[in-house]
């Protein structure tokens, strides 16, 4: 399954527990790292997510590269499945939908084809964000209750999982598995579901006390041990000023160079770094009808890291481990004969696999690096090689 965690939360043990009863024995998440897809500092570290996905359920973590964990829906799937695809050994792939396999999988199949970019295009130059364009052309080639279904987060990225299999050609069986308690991004809960957004504004009204009823119980200890070690909750806010002086310094041929640039947006993003003193008006500044809000956090976190269209281009050439208990290792040992990408989890023995790894390995240093200073303690640099993937006995 592919997964963001952040933080793990009663939803997700749903999800593993349906997963198992559909015949999974282990259970292999792949997992964004430090910064995620909607253009955001995750505020659970990432080894701390993944242990605490290790005691709920999770057997393996493996990382899902920066320049696809904070992606769009498209790129982020097709990461994830590349990664799934390269153990050689993965026969199931599960996700949360609000729809079912059966009413998914037509769409992807619509949209792996040609047919609807004369429609999208037409539409989008009325001004419209592509999602709303593919919607209106997937009504007009379809129907409006089928081209509905894309206007739910869980059902998009279930349609490019699909989409990114059939691409690499990659068969496994798939195990959709029906949301339960509260939709993506909700603020109200059912029970003892909450979804990761609310959470994470509990979290911060809060502190841990506002997870308690809906996170399970062993995550929760594994956040207390956390926060006892200055690990969270991490606080974009502090480096604030750091990302405004980085977006300063850049020259017109930095912001060109970055990932997903349609229409002079760099430009566009170029002209309000030089007039916005906080990042809310930067971003709300260059955001439009055309561009939604995630999209303007991805790029300008993507200008700050110092991802490029190049690293966002480049297929994810390693499989890094962040985590693991016995399970895992059974996944591990049998994916060390299976395996298509290089295995391990040492960043440093990844770095020296090709030229690929080595600038992809850099990176997600780098943004570690930049990561911590979003903590309540700074780590010192090189983090991302010197902290030891968790695992469980």
């Not at 964004?32 to 659970?44: E, K, T």
């Not at 990042?279 to 993507?302: D, F, G, N, T, W």
């Amino acid at each position: 399954m592919v997964a963001e965690y952040n933080p793990f939360h009663n939803g997700h043990s749903f999800q593993i527990s349906k997963t198992r009863e559909a015949g999974a024995t282990h259970i292999v998440a792949v997992m964004g790292g430090n910064y995620l897809q909607r253009g955001a500092a995750a505020q659970f570290e990432k080894h701390v997510r993944a242990e605490a996905a290790l005691h709920c359920g999770a057997d393996l973590v493996i990382e899902l590269p920066l320049p696809y964990a904070m992606s769009t829906a498209e790129r982020f799937a097709a990461g994830a499945l590349t990664l799934l695809q390269a153990l050689g050994c993965i026969d199931m792939v599960s996700f949360g939908a609000e729809s079912s396999f059966e009413q998914l999988k037509p769409l992807a199949g619509v949209l792996l084809t040609n047919e609807l970019a004369p429609h999208v295009k037409q539409h989008l130059r009325l001004g419209l964000t592509f999602a709303k364009a593919r919607q209106l052309a997937l009504e007009q080639h379809l129907s409006k209750e089928q081209a509905e279904l894309v206007a739910s987060p869980n059902n998009i990225l279930g349609i490019e999982y699909l989409k990114a299999a059939a691409r690499l050609e990659f068969a496994p069986e798939f195990c959709v598995v029906t949301r339960r308690g509260v939709a993506h991004d909700s603020n109200v809960t059912s029970g003892v579901f909450a979804s990761a957004s609310m959470l994470r504004k509990a979290m911060a009204a809060q502190g841990l006390n506002g997870l308690r009823p809906f996170v399970p119980a062993d995550a929760y200890e594994v956040y207390q041990s956390a926060q006892k070690a200055r690990l969270l909750p991490a606080d974009f806010a502090r480096t604030e000023n750091s990302v405004l002086a980085v977006l300063r310094r850049m020259p017109p041929a930095e912001f060109a160079a970055l990932p997903d640039l349609s229409e002079g947006l760099e430009n566009r993003l170029y002209a309000a770094v030089r007039q916005a003193d906080t990042l809310e008006k930067l971003q709300m500044s260059v955001k439009s009808k055309r561009y939604p809000l995630a999209r303007i956090r991805r790029l300008v976190l993507s200008a700050y890291l110092g991802i490029t269209e190049t690293d966002a281009l480049t297929p994810p050439p390693y499989l890094r481990v962040l985590g693991f208990n016995k399970n895992g290792l059974e996944v591990l040992n049998r994916a060390k004969k299976t395996a298509q990408l290089p295995l391990s989890s040492s960043l440093a023995q990844l770095e020296r696999c090709s030229p690929d790894c080595e600038r992809i390995a850099k990176l997600e240093s780098r943004s570690t690096d930049l990561y911590s200073l979003t903590l309540p303690d700074i780590l010192p640099c090189g983090y991302d090689y010197t902290c030891k993937p968790v695992m469980l006995k």
